[in-house]
T-cell receptor
């Protein structure tokens, strides 16, 4: 298994531009999570999906951020327009079977490092 | 609401010395607890997890952690540090019925010097 695949690994863009981050979860995993990591705020949960349905987006910082999961094998996180304070590493993670047990292990992708100038 | 507190943002040890990274949790229900490690420019990798079975949990790379309900703690230890253990370590909590979402602590950066 190739694990959780994120693209791009690095993105440098200018303020005001649209940014789209992509995630392919592990096959058979149907819960997917987007986290953001910064020095100041650590690891923040932005949004998570179960069976392609958003369950909780209360961590999304503002309306400039949106996330979709059109099918079980693909998710996007979009920022429009981007701002310098959005500079961070964005991680996608998936977990099998969508079980609500709480004991299952999240598998993380390698992250997408975003720099907004 | 659940939360995790990691005491000490930076810990430095000598190679061969004991590693102790502290984690305290807050949860209104019995928690599930995890330790993840992050090497530079990489994602997070599971070290070990507590899911209400044995209170002493053994993980990869010689790490272990003990769940102490009375102290609401889940400290991570390793008897003898190796240079390759230098990384950032995150404690996290989830709960039954929570879709496995993890709430992370702020992290502890471990430095190992010769």
């Amino acid at each position: 298994d190739a694990g959780v695949i994120q693209s791009p690994r690095h993105e440098v863009t200018e303020m005001g531009q649209e940014v789209t981050l992509r995630c392919k979860p592990i096959s058979g995993h149907n819960s997917l999570f987007w986290y953001r990591q910064t020095m100041m705020r650590g690891l923040e949960l932005l949004i998570y999906f179960n069976n392609n349905v958003p369950i909780d987006d209360s961590g999304m910082p503002e309306d400039r951020f949106s996330a979709k999961m059109p099918n079980a094998s693909f998710s996007t996180l979009k920022i429009q327009p981007s701002e310098p304070r959005d500079s961070a590493v964005y991680f996608c993670a998936s977990v099998p079977l969508g079980q609500r047990s709480g004991a299952n292990v999240l598998t993380f992708g390698a992250g997408s490092r975003l720099t907004v100038l | 609401a659940q939360s995790v507190t990691q005491l000490g943002s930076h810990v430095s040890v000598s190679e061969g010395a004991l590693v102790l990274l502290r984690c305290n949790y807050s949860s209104s229900v019995p928690p599930y607890l995890f330790w993840y490690v992050q090497y530079p420019n990489q994602g997070l990798q599971l070290l070990l997890k507590y899911t209400s079975a044995a209170t002493l949990v053994k993980g990869i790379n010689g790490f272990e952690a003990e769940f102490k309900k009375s102290e609401t703690s889940f400290h991570l230890t390793k008897p003898s540090a190796h240079m390759s253990d230098a990384a950032e370590y995150f404690c996290a909590v989830s709960e039954l019925g929570g879709y496995n979402k993890l709430i992370f602590g702020a992290g502890t950066r471990l430095a190992v010097h010769p």
